[in-house]
């Protein structure tokens, strides 16, 4: 039960710490453009680097990332690791944004203004370390929702919304008119439909390599602790063992808040091979909680 217990905190940990590192680093690259008010190279700093895709993206990723915090402290505090499944769709979201950013900085803007000038200063984080980062936190860490195929769909909303508004600001208005300057160029030096036709097939197909890698590591995590499951609770008596769990956890926590930890069981009940449900096991951790933090308060009265 301990292997179990401490398999589960060592994944909120590593959730946590990947998903702690992106924002550092987004925090760190939003600053320096904020306090950078002139730059020879870059227009956009101090306040107006609110109107670049590359700055709105990795804010919208490390906010996503910020989300895990909760899920995870409760998971090293419970020993139980769950992320809620629109926790890990945003995160989806934010993560195929900011790998569309490395990939355009790397093949777009890098040819025109050179590799060096896009990946130093703020844009060392948010061109490069940020979009790597998080990809590799979604992809190895976040690691508790398994992605469908329709959620492919998602990462083309925030694209579209900055695609359609680039548009409008450039285009439209025109920066002679208070709009905004061509300053990734997708307007000045090709026609403006090449761009805005290629980049939402490839954002999706962003989204799809990133789908395929993540359920790919997923379904590895998950056969192998199916095995440690299997390897610990097969042929025992599930009812015992979920009743032993629940012992455990009263001892830690307060008994105004009773977790039950339903993908935990839902794990023993599949890989122990009995006859018992899972909501015969939620029943019987409750009753062996219960009466375990009733004996414990018991002798407390009798001190």
Not at 8 to 19: D, I, P, V
Not at 199 to 227: C, Q, S
Not at 250 to 266: D, E, N, Q, T, Y
Not at 268 to 294: K, P, W
């Amino acid at each position: 039960m301990e292997q179990i217990l401490n398999e589960n905190r060592r994944q909120c940990k590593y959730a946590l710490t990947s998903a702690v590192v992106v924002v550092l680093c987004v925090i760190a690259g939003v600053t320096m453009n904020l306090t950078t008010v002139n730059d020879e190279n870059f227009d956009n700093m101090g306040l107006r680097t609110f109107c670049m895709f590359t700055v709105n993206s990795n804010l919208f990723a490390g906010a996503a990332l910020a989300l895990v915090f909760p899920f995870t402290v409760e998971g090293i505090r419970k020993h139980n690791y769950h992320m809620p499944n629109w926790v890990v769709d945003l995160v989806y979201m934010g993560v195929t944004a900011v790998t569309l950013t490395f990939l355009i900085s790397l093949f777009v803007l890098s040819p025109v203004k050179g590799f060096r000038l896009i990946f130093t200063g703020s844009r060392f984080f948010l061109h490069g370390i940020c979009p790597i980062l998080a990809a590799n936190a979604f992809c190895f860490f976040i690691s508790d929702h398994r992605v469908g195929i329709g959620e492919s769909f998602l990462p083309l909303i925030p694209v579209s919304v900055y695609a359609a508004l680039y548009y409008v600001m450039v285009v439209v208005i025109g920066e002679e008119n208070g709009g905004w300057r061509d300053f990734y160029g997708f307007a000045t030096y090709v026609p403006v439909w090449i761009p805005m036709a290629l980049i939402l097939p490839l954002t999706y197909a962003i989204a799809t390599f990133l789908r395929l890698l993540h359920n790919r590591l997923y379904d590895r995590r998950r056969k192998e602790e199916a095995e440690l499951y299997t390897r610990e609770f097969g042929g025992k008596d599930i009812r015992e063992s979920v009743a032993a769990l629940a012992r455990a956890q009263a001892r830690v926590h307060r008994l105004s808040v009773i977790p039950v930890p339903i993908r935990i069981i839902s794990l023993m009940v599949e890989r122990s091979g009995g006859d018992c449900s899972v909501e015969e096991a939620c029943d019987r951790y409750m009753e062996a909680y219960l009466a375990d933090r009733r004996k414990a308060l018991e002798a407390s009265l009798k001190k």
